[in-house]
């Protein structure tokens, strides 16, 4: 028998209480009411909680993931314009308009057109050429024009200029300053702008490079008034214009109906004489207006990298501010600069063509950088290749502290090749420049004339931005 107080008893009397189970006492109503309100209560708690997460979160995920991946798709394109597609004919005059107008039938009832003759002789084409010339030398020369068709003509422009005026904006550009006694001054200096595109997202502005230059902020006014910040997608310091683009979500609907992107015309099909209309800030408040002829059309004009038309114009206007030239179908044909000011000897404004620009506005529309090599050139003529020298761009200028400039390139060098390609014309160097990207290093060939001959030297040029 094993003793009293032996290890064999005690677990015995151990096991009975190990194989107990302990049970809560059941809960009463009240606590089960009390903690199923409890949870009610917290249930309630998170998903105000949640839903005031997802108010605060869902608009700062919109604008800063979805649109911004939104506007990242969507690339403005601008359509190039080609001198050879410009309109060769004469433009109509308004007497030529209304030649139908002062031509009325002899009878008020309907009159049968006469089958013309199957062939005609020469003798009788041109005899009958003749014979409506002079009607129609008749019929003006006998019509007298009025005040009321002068009023009518520049009517019709008033409209032309009253529909542009609708993209026709104004920039703030703001900028904080101190003055002696260190007290916080604000400066803001007004400028025109032309909405040249909307993407759906935003307005795209062309503006003077003053309106963003040092700039702390930009603010845009709409011709309805409603004010919106910009911001600066690109600017080019050659041309001297800048892109502003201002988020369509800053806008009510009817700002944004009512904003009309302005149409960049074909600045080639412009010929001396023609009417054309500035809009911008050409008395140098926005929203003015007037109107003139071009004197003169200037082309291939030497710029950096390429060559350009300038328009002569009798509008005295305010480039600084921001003035632009539209034709009579309301389509921007240039804007007035003041580069060639301390040049030109006339008191005609200066502008310059748009679509030797087209190209340029696109990169900046779309935030990329302009690329520059920094010289002044003109192609190399055919009666002086017979003479020998090497067919490419002649420099004329090697624009100082530029990347050509820096890489060893000189004036009176002969460019026939960039990162590979033969260049011949300017448009062959245009077309080359237009498909290089800043900060990457190419090759540029030149032709360098030496004591008895041309010599083949090669540079290594990194593309800069304007």
């Known amino acids: 028998m094993p003793e009293p107080n032996s290890p064999e008893k005690e677990s015995r009397e151990k096991r009975p209480f190990i194989r107990e189970k302990i049970a809560r006492p059941p809960m009463t109503r009240k606590q089960a009411a009390g903690r199923f309100f409890a949870w009610l209560f ?11 997460s997802y108010a605060v979160v869902t608009p700062l995920a919109r604008q800063y993931l979805v649109e911004q991946s939104t506007e990242e798709s969507v690339v403005v394109t601008i359509p190039k314009d080609d001198p050879s597609d410009a309109q060769t004919g004469e ?10 107008d002062l031509t009325e039938p002899e009878s008020g009832g309907e009159t049968e057109s006469e089958e013309p003759p199957e062939s005609l002789t020469e003798e009788e084409s041109d005899t009958e050429t003749e014979a409506l010339e002079d009607v129609i030398q008749a019929v003006l020369e006998d019509y007298t024009y009025s005040p009321r068709d002068v009023n009518g003509l520049y009517g019709a422009l008033r409209d032309v200029v009253q529909a542009a005026d609708k993209g026709i904006v104004e920039v703030h550009s703001v ?10 001054v604000e400066t803001a200096g007004l400028y025109a702008g032309v909405v040249t595109a909307s993407t759906g997202q935003e307005f795209l502005i062309l503006t003077p490079e003053g309106a963003v230059e040092q700039a702390d902020s930009i603010k845009v006014t709409f011709a309805d008034g409603s004010e919106a910040d910009g ?30 992107p302005l149409k960049l015309g074909n600045s080639y099909s412009m010929r001396q004489g023609d009417l054309v209309a500035a809009v911008g800030a050409p008395a140098g ?39 632009f030239l539209i034709n009579t179908s309301g389509e921007v044909i240039g804007w007035v600069t003041g580069a060639y000011d301390e040049e030109s000897t ?21 935030g990329q950088p302009i690329p520059y090599l920094g010289i002044r050139g003109q192609e190399v003529s055919g009666a002086k290749v017979l003479e020998g020298v090497p067919m490419g761009i002649y420099v004329s200028e090697c624009i100082l502290e530029g990347p050509a400039y820096n890489a060893g390139i000189q004036n ?35 032709q360098r004339r030496g004591i008895d001959e041309y010599k083949e030297l090669e540079y290594q040029v990194t593309v800069g931005a304007r």
């Open 91 to 100: 433009t109509q005059s308004a007497a030529d308009v209304s030649l139908e």
């Open 412 to 446: 009176g060098d002969i460019i026939v090749s960039v990162d590979g390609e033969a260049v011949s014309t300017m448009k062959d160097y245009q077309n080359r420049m237009e498909a290089l990207t800043s900060d990457t290093i190419v090759t540029v060939m030149v």
């Open 42 to 52: 917290l249930a309630v708690l998170g998903g105000g909680a949640a839903g005031a």
């Open 231 to 260: 911001i600066i997608k690109q600017k080019d310091s050659i041309s001297g214009m800048a892109i502003v683009s201002v988020a369509v979500e800053q806008l009510d609907e009817g700002t944004v109906l009512e904003t009309t």
């Open 285 to 323: 408040a926005v929203h003015s207006s007037a109107y003139g002829n071009i004197s003169y059309v200037a082309k291939s004009v030497q710029v950096a990298d390429g060559v350009t038309r300038l328009f002569y114009t009798d509008i005295k206007s305010n480039a600084g501010a921001g003035t």
């Open 175 to 184: 900028r904080q300053e101190v003055d002696w006694f260190d007290n916080p």
């Open 346 to 366: 006339s008191d005609l404004t200066i502008a310059m063509a748009i679509s030797d620009y087209k190209s340029i506005l696109e990169k900046m529309s779309n």
